[in-house]
């Protein structure tokens, strides 16, 4: 069975680095509501793939920049 | 609390609150006979009715008080801001429709259990009514669990997949 994975992300600080951008102009440019990506930041989302492809392209990054991932074993 | 919950919260109150006066109707003096189906199923039409009333204005009400809340809350931005941030907290984006996928799957579970309870109710003699009110009680759960399910998921969170 495949092992679980943790995705995190790093939106909070993407934001802070991209002129300050707010949840909500990142929430507009990305197609979403500011609650899903108040949702994301607090790690309660995670996104598909192509809202995760919409968010890197807000920032102008690639997606493995936007969000990581990890097993759950190396997690612990 | 993120304002669906608010929202769903709300609106599960209100169908308890209905199902309540309902079950007090039913358990009443002025109640029709356990026979009469024409009777139940109009009474039943009539609450449904009313529930649906009731949502549609509670949906109205809660818009404008949030509106009315962000307003208040943002009056430091300008009234443009304001709009988008209103407008904002009103987009359906894949999340909602994920946690509405999810809660709808239990709902789906309470209605299917509460007909095979229906039909045993029939199968084993007891009054169509019994049956009807089993049927429609499914109903009435299911919506209550579904909200309760849509809550767990904005508060605790939901993965995509």
């Known amino acids: 069975m495949a092992k679980r994975l943790i995705i995190t992300n790093n939106i909070r600080r993407l934001r802070f680095f991209a002129n300050e951008m707010t949840q909500l102009e990142l929430a507009e440019r990305a197609g ?9 930041e607090a790690g309660k989302y995670t996104p598909s793939l192509e809202m995760a492809f919409r968010i890197a392209d807000v ?15 190396e997690n612990s | 609390m993120s304002y669906n919950s608010i929202r769903t919260i709300v609106s599960t109150v209100a169908g308890v609150i209905l199902i ?5 109707y039913a358990l009443g003096t002025n109640s029709p006979a356990p026979e009469n189906l024409k009777s139940w199923a109009t009474v039943m039409l009539v609450f449904i009715g009313i529930g649906a009333a009731a949502l549609i204005i509670i949906q109205v009400l809660f818009h404008i008080a949030l509106a009315i809340g962000i307003a ?12 988008r941030i209103i407008s904002s907290s009103m987009v359906e984006d894949e999340r909602d429709k994920i946690i509405g996928l999810r809660s709808s799957h239990v709902g789906y579970i309470c209605v299917g259990t509460g007909f095979i309870a229906a039909l045993v109710a029939l199968a084993s ?17 299911g919506s209550i669990m579904e909200g309760i399910v849509s809550v767990y998921y904005y508060e605790k969170g939901v993965r995509n997949g």
């Open chain 1, 59 to 73: 920032f102008g990054v690639p997606i493995g920049e936007v969000f990581e991932c990890r097993s759950e074993e």
């Open chain 2, 125 to 141: 003699g007891m009054a169509n009514a019994v049956a009807l009110h089993v049927l429609s009680g499914a109903f009435a759960v």
């Open chain 1, 32 to 40: 979403a509501s500011r609650q899903t990506i108040v949702a994301l």
């Open chain 2, 20 to 24: 309540a006066a309902y079950i007090i």
């Open chain 2, 72 to 83: 208040v809350r943002e009056r430091e931005h300008d009234g443009k801001t304001v709009e």
